[in-house]
């Protein structure tokens, strides 16, 4: 889970000082020149939520960042070992929330640039999030319940176990 956490933040932290330092705000790039309107690199900034949701909140999802990140790490704890799906899902959401986290602190808001046309802008601690989250509801659609069934001892003729 580190390991991809690290891998995500580095991506992250890498492509976002790339725009910015690349593209003035607002300012884009197509690196397929025949699609851009379809798929295109444009910088904006974001003080609110994903999809620029709740505008200037951004101390707000500094704490949300942080209790999200805390919940992950205690949580990876207490997984069972053969949970490398689970475990992935855990480091992009991790990766992807310290990602945006450090941008909050730093600057104040995030970094966002990957502009698909039709969907609002986003970011690669974005990407991660959505995907991590993903991976974490399809483990646990897919999760046999019978391995949190209750195993009941028999009882004496007394009720004592």
């Known amino acids: 889970m580190l ?4 891998a995500v933040v580095a991506l992250d932290q890498l492509t976002k000082t790339w725009v910015a330092t690349s593209l003035a705000e607002g300012g884009w790039w ?12 444009t910088h904006i900034t974001n003080s ?17 960042a942080v209790v999200v ?18 475990r992935l899902s ?6 992807g929330a310290i990602g945006n986290l450090l941008d909050r602190i730093r600057f104040g808001h995030v970094v ?8 609002p802008i986003f970011n690669v601690a974005d990407l991660a999030i959505v995907t991590g989250v993903g ?10 319940p019978a391995a949190h069934e209750l195993t009941l001892l028999p009882a004496d003729d007394e009720g004592k176990l």
């Open 69 to 86: 990140a805390l919940a992950i790490v205690l949580y990876y704890r207490y997984l069972p070992t053969g949970s490398w799906l689970v």
């Open 30 to 41: 197509s690196p397929l020149p025949g699609l851009w309107r379809v798929f295109r690199i």
């Open 135 to 144: 991976i974490l509801a399809y483990c646990l659609w897919h999760e046999d």
């Open 3 to 6: 390991g991809v956490a690290i």
């Open 112 to 119: 966002d640039f990957v502009d698909i046309g039709f969907w």
């Open 48 to 64: 609110g939520a994903a999809f620029g949701m709740f505008p200037d909140q951004g101390n707000f999802f500094i704490i949300i």
């Open 90 to 95: 855990l480091g992009l959401q991790l990766g």
